[in-house]
């Protein structure tokens, strides 16, 4: 039997929990349909469940654990009237209002819940270069964020692995706190623009290693250094780095919403002006899903907000008008 909601939050990271506070608190009484624990992509709490310490999050003097800065969040929306449900969302209608919410099987004939509005806050994952021990030290010596984490590296020579602009953006930053920045790239020349490869090639501080291939990673609890092979000889050596910084790019999780809702070539969804609305009214997009610019915690939370106010004055006119 469909369970009839008023606000459906896809998502639990830091765009989805602030919509479900603010929502919360508009005596809105929303659902979180937060992720599985079993994937990486849409576990709940997001991103911030895989990070260490959190410093630039106001607030928090002496910075805060991601996981602890998450569960804060999550019972902060709790205590006004959230609820939960730790199931992976697998179908979605939004062909017509309420919309239709498949967990489990997406083919069963009924959806599992009905939503007057929708808030989509699934976030983005950083792809990463399958190495066995990427993922067990990332947040240890192993991130995707320079923003996030460069204030440890000072003093250390680490890596960057990439050749676009937003690697070179993130080795460029990091000059600020390292000693050395190699940058690691699979081919003989960057993908980046030319401004920025030249203001690459202009720092002291950056050195890069062409046609190579991170292969390990190693360390026990944290990054000690990394083995590459260089894809023209075949050869493998080693680079006594403290961290790995992995900037190939981003993959927003929107391919629950693919032929429904508005997305950019890259997949992130289209919102309308300053705003949280999609192309599908009632729908409200928040977070890393929409937003390949910025990508922080911060900026995630504030969208959320964002998204929780459409949707509240979105249902109020709807009525309004005896929708």
Same mark, same amino acid.
């Given at each position: ?5 008023? @606000?459906?939050? *896809? ?14 608190? &508009? ?8 992720? =599985? ?21 106001? %607030? ?14 999550? =019972? ?36 599992? $819940? &009905? ?11 950083? +792809?990463?270069? %399958? ?8 947040? $240890? ?8 984490? %460069? ?6 020579? *680490?890596?960057?692995? %990439? ?10 930053? +990091?000059?600020?706190? &390292?000693?050395?920045?190699?940058? *690691? ?46 894809? =023209?000889?075949?050869?493998?050596? =080693?680079?006594?780095?403290?961290? +790995? ?37 009632? @729908? ?21 907000? &964002? ?17």
């Amino acid at each position: 039997m469909t369970e009839d909601r008023q @606000v459906v939050i *896809i998502g639990s990271g830091p765009a989805g929990l602030t919509a479900a506070i603010y929502a919360a608190r &508009a005596q809105l009484n929303p659902l979180v349909i937060e992720g =599985e624990p079993s994937s990486t992509s849409d576990q709940p709490g997001g991103q911030l469940m895989l990070t260490t310490e959190v410093e630039n999050f106001p %607030g928090f003097v002496q910075g805060i654990m991601g996981p602890e800065l998450m569960g804060a969040l999550r =019972e902060q929306a709790a205590r006004f009237g959230t609820d939960y449900v730790t199931a992976k969302v697998s179908r979605v209608d939004l062909s017509a209002r309420p919309f239709g919410l498949w967990v489990g099987d997406p083919d069963a004939a009924e959806p599992t $819940y &009905a939503a007057r509005a929708l808030i989509v806050a699934t976030g983005a994952k950083s +792809l990463m270069l %399958g190495l066995p021990n990427e993922e067990r030290l990332l947040g $240890y010596g192993v991130s995707t964020c320079a923003t996030c984490d %460069g204030f440890f590296f000072r003093g250390h020579e *680490i890596a960057v692995v %990439g050749g676009g602009d937003s690697a070179i953006e993130e080795a460029l930053f +990091l000059t600020r706190f &390292a000693d050395k920045v190699f940058l *690691i790239h699979r081919r003989g020349e960057l993908r980046a623009s030319k401004v920025m490869q030249q203001r690459a090639h202009d720092n002291p501080k950056v050195e890069f290693v062409w046609h190579s291939q991170v292969i390990d990673v190693h360390g026990d609890t944290k990054v000690s250094g990394i083995r590459l092979r260089n894809l =023209e000889t075949g050869d493998e050596f =080693e680079l006594g780095v403290t961290g +790995l910084f992995v900037a190939i790019g981003h993959q927003p999780n929107t391919d629950l919403f693919k032929g429904q809702l508005d997305m950019e070539d890259s997949g992130y969804l289209r919102t309308v002006g300053s705003t949280t609305y999609t192309n599908v009214e009632g @729908v409200f997009a928040s977070g890393d899903v929409q937003d390949h610019r910025y990508r922080q915690a911060i900026t995630a939370a504030g969208s959320g907000c &964002a998204a929780a106010i459409d949707a509240e004055r979105w249902l109020e006119d709807q009525a309004a008008s005896g929708h």
